[in-house]
């Protein structure tokens, strides 16, 4: 991901390298090649001008330093913008006062909800918590017993209905999870929600009536990074429907053009948390805007 937009931004800060000081018409002239790198890389219009605007007033304004050649100074300036945007601070989990913390996870079906619980429970327990995996997805047939197979290679018991008890109701499962949660001393519970293939109303109010039920700590909107300006108007539909907290960005190792990364923080106001970038379960980590920044960069 971010290939194209690393190569173009590369090209348009080699042509100003050797230049002495920046014009007004040189100024313009980058700007208008970022903005085109990043429309090419799918990120979201009222973002791009933000960024550019300011990217503008900041090139203008800036004071000759000596110890930056004016390549530089604009390289600094857009590395601190797109740190900005990607969120700034690196955005940790809010535990709960009382055990259990509850994380909840909404999204839609394939975005990579039940790998990324499996990932976040193997995370926090190497981080000595005491994870339970709540399998709240009852719509598809399939979602139990894959919760349980990424429980099982994550190390992380999983709450399910009981076999032979029908479908049983994801609400009630998700109410019962915090009560086992507490008499079995998990002091994290992650709740896997069910998704459907576009946003439907019932599977929001489905999400809803879980998050009215057990009041979780955390909501965490799981996003597929490849499905460029789809993710956009999805985390909208999600945060009218049901809300949360922050953003859970997977298949970021992808070769998509990354858009939407660099657009949904700004237009959800909601910081992203965690990063995906592969189907193992080592492949996650909290998401460092800086880190992410330097790599666009790079
Ligand atoms: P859910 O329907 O939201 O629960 O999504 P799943 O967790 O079942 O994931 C859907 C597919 O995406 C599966 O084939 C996963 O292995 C794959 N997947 C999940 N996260 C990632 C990731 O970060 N990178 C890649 N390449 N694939 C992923």
């Known amino acids: 991901m971010f290939e194209t937009l690393s190569d173009r931004l590369t090209s ?12 007004e018409e040189d100024i313009n002239a980058t700007a208008r090649e970022i903005r085109l790198a990043l429309l090419e890389a799918d990120v979201a219009l009222p973002v791009v001008r933000e960024f550019i605007s300011r990217i503008k007033e900041r090139a203008r304004g800036e ?7 004016p390549a530089q100074q604009v390289i600094k300036i857009v590395n601190e913008e797109l740190v900005q ?4 601070e690196t955005r940790q989990i809010r535990f709960g006062k009382t055990p259990p913390t509850v994380i909840m996870l909404a999204g839609l079906q394939g975005a990579g909800k039940t ?18 995996l709540v399998a709240a997805d009852l719509q598809r047939p399939n979602a139990v017993t ?4 990424v429980g099982e290679r994550a190390g992380t018991p999983v709450f399910a209905p009981e076999p032979g008890n029908g479908v049983g109701n994801p609400v009630e499962v998700a109410r019962e999870s915090i009560e086992h949660a507490r008499r079995n001393n998990h002091n994290v519970v992650i709740i896997d929600t069910a998704g459907r293939l576009g946003v439907d109303t019932e599977m929001m109010q489905q999400a809803a009536d879980i998050r009215d039920a057990v009041n979780p700590d955390e909501i965490l909107f799981v996003v597929d990074a490849m499905i460029g300006q789809d993710a956009v108007n999805t985390a909208q539909a999600f945060l009218d429907g049901v809300g949360y ?4 960005l997977t298949k970021l190792d992808g070769d998509a053009r990354g858009g939407a990364a660099l657009s949904i923080r700004h237009l959800t106001g909601r910081p992203i948390m965690f990063a995906s970038t ?7 980590d909290l998401f460092h805007p800086d880190r992410m920044a330097s790599r666009i960069l790079d």
């Open 63 to 69: 004071e000759v330093s000596k110890a930056l050649n």
């Open 245 to 248: 907290d922050a953003v859970a």
């Open 115 to 132: 790998t990324l619980a499996g990932k976040l429970a193997k995370w926090l327990s190497d981080d000595r918590n005491t994870p339970l």
């Open 146 to 149: 894959q919760l349980q197979v």
């Open 12 to 23: 348009v800060f080699s042509s100003l390298r050797g230049k002495g000081r920046l014009s």
């Open 278 to 284: 592969g189907e193992k379960l080592e492949d996650f």
């Open 85 to 88: 945007i990607l969120g700034g």
